[in-house]
Nanobody, 124 residues
Framework: QVQLVESGGGLVQPGGSLRLSCAASGRTFSRYVMGWFRQAPGKEREFVAAISWSGSRTDYADSVKGRFTVSRDNAKNTVYLQMNSLKPEDTAVYYC?????????????????WGQGTQVTVSS
């Protein structure tokens, strides 16, 4: 069982930056692939980024490549999402998720545990 708690969301102007954090409970954090998803009003939840157990592999949605960076600190049981050059279309609730699968899955149903989400609003 893994419990996930996101933080770091808020209101930011276009072009600005935010760093989201996701703190995980449990002693087996390093065995989980960690992912970030987001859901905007009236839209389906979509994949944003994922990072492998060791951090050696990452994957990103095309819409965020070059702007977002996912990282993890297994000693702190925490995964991060650094978001730069934010756009209004990045506005959504951002969710952290944990998967017991190999690689860096990018499908919603490949993740086993979810956080409660944190709101990110990009607006002037």
């Amino acid at each position: 069982q893994v419990q996930l708690v996101e933080s770091g969301g808020g209101l930011v102007q276009p072009g600005g930056s935010l760093r989201l954090s996701c703190a995980a409970s449990g002693r087996t954090f390093s065995r989980y692939v960690m992912g970030w998803f987001r859901q905007a009003p009236g839209k389906e939840r979509e994949f944003v980024a994922a990072i492998s157990w060791s951090g050696s592999r990452t994957d990103y949605a095309d819409s965020v490549k070059g702007r977002f960076t996912v990282s993890r600190d297994n000693a702190k049981n925490t995964v991060y999402l650094q978001m730069n050059s934010l756009k209004p279309e990045d506005t959504a609730v951002y969710y952290c998720a944990a998967s017991r699968r190999f690689g860096v899955p990018d499908e919603y149903d490949e993740y086993d545990y979810w956080g409660q989400g944190t709101q990110v609003t990009v607006s002037s």
